[in-house]
C-alpha cells in the first residue's frame, strides 16, 4: 500500500506512515501525472523499468495498490530499504 503526497517539492520515497509507504512527487495529481511519477520513481528506486511497476487499484485516491513484476516480496523491501531517506 502506498500513500502518495502529489505536488511535492521532490520526488522521494519518505518511508513508512503506518501500514503504508509514503511516497512523494512533484506532479500535480491532474490527467494521471502524478500516477506516472509514481510508477517512474518506483521504477528507478527499484533498478527496473517503468513497464514491471503498475498502479492496480487507488488511480484517483492518495492511497494506493501497485505491483511489481518479476521481483520477490524480499527483494522489493531491501531494495525501497536503500532507497528511504
Request: proline residues 5%; charged residues 30%.
Amino acid at each position: 500500500m502506498l500513500k502518495v503526497v502529489p505536488g511535492a517539492k521532490r520526488e522521494r520515497i519518505v518511508g513508512e506512515l503506518g501500514d503504508a509507504l509514503k511516497v512523494a512527487v512533484s506532479k500535480p495529481p491532474e490527467a494521471g501525472a502524478a500516477n506516472r511519477a509514481v510508477v517512474d520513481l518506483l521504477a528507478a528506486a527499484l533498478g527496473v523499468p517503468a513497464g514491471h511497476v503498475e498502479i492496480v487499484r487507488g488511480h484517483g485516491h492518495a492511497r494506493k495498490e501497485v505491483l511489481v513484476r518479476r521481483m520477490t516480496a524480499k527483494e522489493l523491501l531491501a531494495r525501497l530499504g536503500e532507497s528511504c531517506d
